[in-house]
């Protein structure tokens, strides 16, 4: 069974606040989707890429970066709404693809274990997606004041990659009526159960400027911390 991913880097991403879209936003001296496809290329669970964005410049940046690039497949321009830049990855998945692990570039820190475990359950049910356990209490509330306190049991955040087997997804966007915010809201809507798979803290989705620093200072610490073990080696 192939798997291929579709890692969205259309998205303008105005409350970032920079000047250019999002995904090539620059993150640790490169731009911020390629470590996005970095992790991808390292997992042995994805077989292909595709890449939905500004094609030309994710070319270039590609090209530039130096990254490691063999799983990309295809590119294909962005829509206007993340659901029609998926279908747009979707037509353009290589025929021999039987499950789609859908990933926001906006999750930089992804890792290759958390990518695996949401396709493995995939492969195995059909349809599943990373998301970490809720750990704040959760209010409701409205004009300041709170109206509720949400038990959190039971609660998860969703999280990508989410991964489907192809003729679901492909249905799904076929039959939407709505747009929805992630893929599983569409294979929910066909009926089909969606199993939850571990993700981590670190896949959070960079959307403020704020973000975007928090996930420089990590990738900062890891660097210092891989130079201080080679030194020690």
């Known amino acids: 069974m192939s798997t291929c991913a579709i890692l969205l880097c259309a998205g303008r991403g105005e409350r970032l606040g920079a000047a250019v879209p999002k995904a090539l936003a620059p993150l640790g001296g490169r731009p911020l989707f390629t470590w996005s496809l970095d992790a991808l290329e390292r997992c042995d669970a994805i077989d292909g ?12 940046l590609v090209a530039a970066s130096g990254c490691d690039a063999r799983k990309i497949v295809a590119y294909s321009e962005g829509g ?3 659901q029609h830049s998926v279908g ?24 290759p274990e958390v990518i695996a475990r949401a ?3 995939a492969r195995e049910h059909g349809a599943a997606i990373a998301a970490v356990p809720q750990a704040d209490t959760l209010k409701q509330g409205t004009l300041g004041l709170i109206t509720a306190t949400v038990p ?5 955040a969703a999280q990508t990659p989410q991964v489907f087997r192809r003729d679901w ?5 076929r039959n939407a009526t709505e747009i929805a915010t992630d893929d599983a809201t569409l294979i929910e809507w066909l009926g089909h159960p969606v199993h939850l798979s571990l993700g981590e ?6 959307t403020t400027a704020a973000d975007l620093e928090l996930a420089e200072a990590w990738l900062m610490h890891r660097a210092a911390t891989s130079s201080q073990s080679k030194a020690s080696a």
Not at 49 to 60: A, C, D, F, N
Not at 92 to 107: F, K, T, W
Not at 152 to 156: H, K, N, P, Y
Not at 201 to 206: W, Y
């Open 201 to 206: 803290p670190l896949n959070f989705k960079i």
């Open 88 to 111: 747009r990855g979707l037509h353009v998945l290589p025929e021999d693809c039987d499950l789609v692990a859908v990933h926001d570039s906006a999750r930089a820190l992804v890792s």
């Open 152 to 156: 959190r049991t039971g609660l998860w």
């Open 169 to 173: 997804l492909e249905r799904a966007h």
């Open 49 to 60: 890429i595709v890449l939905v964005g500004p094609v030309r410049t994710l070319r270039e």
């Open 80 to 82: 206007e709404q993340r």
């Open 119 to 121: 396709v493995a359950e």
